[in-house]
């Protein structure tokens, strides 16, 4: 789903691993043709998607991740990487622009983590998974299934992880939107947080 924020400015919620959505963004892409994208992945990740669509290689998936794609696949075809993801490094790989990871790096991340997640946290974490295997999702939309997810496996302390996260990304947003005022920007958002984005900015404009 895309929405226009003014006419150098457009942002994309994608449901993570869903083909579908992969396949949408890459219409709008190609419509739209922004010369600068940002995404909500960290800058170890754009490298990593790099290295993906140079050299394809299979990934390790948590047994959450697992889970997560299993339920998915209720709503339509799911991959990984996810498909919003491949289709916007292929995009700026085939027009030679520059893609901007929006999340904490890797340090930045650690530190938020280590400040929440304890290990009574990792533990517990780690002994719902038989509880959410067994979990019956009844949501309609793949939308409606993402936001059930979260509030099904998501402990307190990671809420609080994402929350940091998800108040670092509206701030690298806003920062970096000043900065490229004079350039068309798409901005590509994971759906976690695709309604807390477009709320803040749709508050400003």
């Not at 794609?69 to 491949?86: A, C, D, Q």
């Not at 038989?130 to 307190?156: I, M, Q």
């Not at 108040?167 to 947003?173: F, L, M, N």
Request: hydrophobic share 35%; net charge negative; glycine share 4%.
């Amino acid at each position: 789903m895309m929405h226009k924020i003014n006419d150098r400015f457009y942002i994309f919620g994608g449901v993570k691993g869903l083909v579908r959505d992969g396949d949408e963004l890459r219409k709008e892409l190609l419509e739209k043709r922004p010369d600068i994208v940002f995404i909500t992945i960290a800058p170890e990740q754009v490298d990593g998607m790099k290295e993906f669509l140079e050299d394809p290689f299979e990934m390790n998936l948590s047994d959450y991740e697992i889970l997560y794609g299993i339920n998915l696949s209720r709503y339509g075809e799911v991959m990984t990487p996810s498909p919003v993801y491949i289709e916007a490094t292929r995009y700026c790989k085939e027009n030679d622009i520059e893609m901007i990871g929006l999340d904490m790096d890797e340090g930045d991340y650690q530190i938020i983590y280590s400040k929440y997640v304890k290990t009574t946290d990792l533990l517990r974490h780690s002994m719902r998974k038989k509880k959410v295997s067994k979990y019956k999702f009844d949501a309609e939309t793949p939308e409606e299934f993402v936001e059930s997810w979260n509030n099904v496996v998501d402990l307190k302390s990671f809420k609080k992880v994402n929350a940091e996260r998800k108040k670092y990304i509206i701030e690298r947003i806003d920062s970096l939107q000043k900065e490229y005022s004079d350039r068309n920007i798409f901005c590509i958002v994971d759906y976690d947080y695709y309604k807390d984005v477009l709320n803040h900015f749709e508050n400003r404009y």
